[in-house]
């Protein structure tokens, strides 16, 4: 909200020729250095690269629709539609695997402790995927969820991997290493269920191609659609 207040007041004063510090992206304390970027003249060139002209960033904003971090969501969306598609019954489930970049381990590789870890927990999201099928407001707003015996049991069937192949970080051009995300569901009954293999790159409700356009992602409808993308 604080974001979208300051571009319209900034809109505003630049109407009646306010003006603004120049350097404000690459000086010291300024924009890149506190977001604890390296600033060098490529990248500085590809920030300000057609400042002003579409497509606009605005297009690329994409709904948050739970109250968790961003990289928690693809998993959600993914796990939702692997146990709906598949009819996995949680008393069926062993095991589930979730490959991720270093980027989500370093973010969301954490036991909820406390309020604000299962904000940031793949095994408490995940979890409660498991168990009830779903997420809701009180998934990441109920304390009593931190010390649920069913849902720490559902936790504890959630590993979390680091993919060796997958990037670090985000590239400008390249896509989103944050949101990155494949889960592999095992069985009580002793089978891999390589069926039920996912990567997925984009939460449900994110931008299209990352290029413009606002068109929310669809939920892919078949296990192809997920396998192309390997």
Known sequence: GHSCRAGIIVAMLAKDGGTGQPDVIERKGGLLDVAGVEVTPALLTKVTANLGKPPFNVHKIWIKKYPCCFILHP????????????????????????????????????????????????????????????????????????????????????????????????????????????????????????SLSFKLKEARGASQGGGGGGRPQQAPRSQQSYDEQR
């Not at 146990?83 to 979730?98: F, G, I, P, Q, T």
């Open 75 to 194: 998993g959600i969306d993914a796990l939702k539609i692997l146990l709906k598609e598949h009819r996995v019954a949680y008393s069926n489930v062993e095991r589930l695997d979730v490959e991720t970049t270093q980027f989500g381990i370093d973010r969301c590789d954490r036991q909820p402790n406390n309020m604000w870890d299962i904000r940031f927990s793949f095994y408490h999201a995940l979890g409660e995927v498991l168990l009830r099928g779903d997420v809701d407001p009180s998934t990441f707003g109920d304390e009593g969820k931190i010390t649920d015996p069913a849902l720490n049991e559902a936790r504890s069937k959630v590993r979390v991997i680091c993919h060796p192949e997958w990037p670090m970080t985000d590239s400008y051009e390249g896509e989103s290493a944050a949101k990155r995300i494949r889960l592999t569901l095992h069985t009580k009954d002793g089978k891999k269920y390589l």
